[in-house]
């Protein structure tokens, strides 16, 4: 089939089908809403030019322009950073407070937990118990007082470690007669 033939073909079952041969083609002319379109974006083009280039105030305008625009990037970084630190701390707190003990339960806030170490701890009837504090913050249990010996104070750092919920201890216990550690 010729191409004059293959138009012509074309052209009769669009007119069979109430349609032109260039809609049946698939090629369209552009109608006169493409060209409306195309010089609204020339008019809005050339009216951003004469904006910023103006003799007077362009200098000023493109200035405030740029820091306009580097104010918007900053600002949707630092929108983009507090997103992503939201959503990584409250992954971790799913995480920890399904793993807190291992049976799923959620972790014990900190007066409940350190009433459990309290209790663990202090079971010994050797321990002194007006000679060292716990306090629990965040899950971190921080044990502060004086022991008789190095060896009690070790031991009660790794019992405290072993109670569900610890996350980790610090241990600030000290010798009689020793400065108190203000940090470990």
């Known amino acids: 089939m010729k191409t004059n033939d ?3 073909a074309v ?52 200035a405030q322009l740029v820091d ?11 929108q983009a950073e507090h997103g992503a630190r939201r959503v990584a701390s409250t992954v971790q707190g799913k995480i920890a407070a ?17 009433n459990k170490v309290e209790s663990e701890l ?5 321990i002194p118990k007006g000679a060292i504090n716990v306090n629990v913050e965040q899950g971190v249990v921080v044990l502060r007082g004086e022991v008789p010996d190095a060896e009690l104070g070790e031991r009660l750092e790794h019992e405290a470690r072993a109670i569900p919920g ?19």
């Open 6 to 8: 293959w138009k012509k």
């Open 11 to 62: 052209r009769d079952a669009g007119r069979q089908a109430g349609r032109s041969a260039e809609e049946m083609s698939g090629r369209r002319r552009p109608g006169p809403g493409r060209f409306l379109a195309i010089g609204a974006i020339g008019a809005a083009i050339g009216a951003a030019i004469a904006f910023l280039f103006d003799p007077q105030r362009g200098r000023a305008r493109r």
């Open 68 to 78: 306009r625009s580097a104010a918007t990037l900053r600002d949707v970084g630092h």
């Open 98 to 114: 399904v793993g807190a003990n291992g049976s799923g339960e959620p972790m014990p806030n900190d007066a409940s937990l350190a």
């Open 122 to 126: 202090f079971r010994d009837p050797d």
């Open 166 to 184: 610890v996350w980790e201890v610090e241990n600030l216990l000290h010798l009689p007669g020793e400065p108190a550690p203000t940090q470990r």
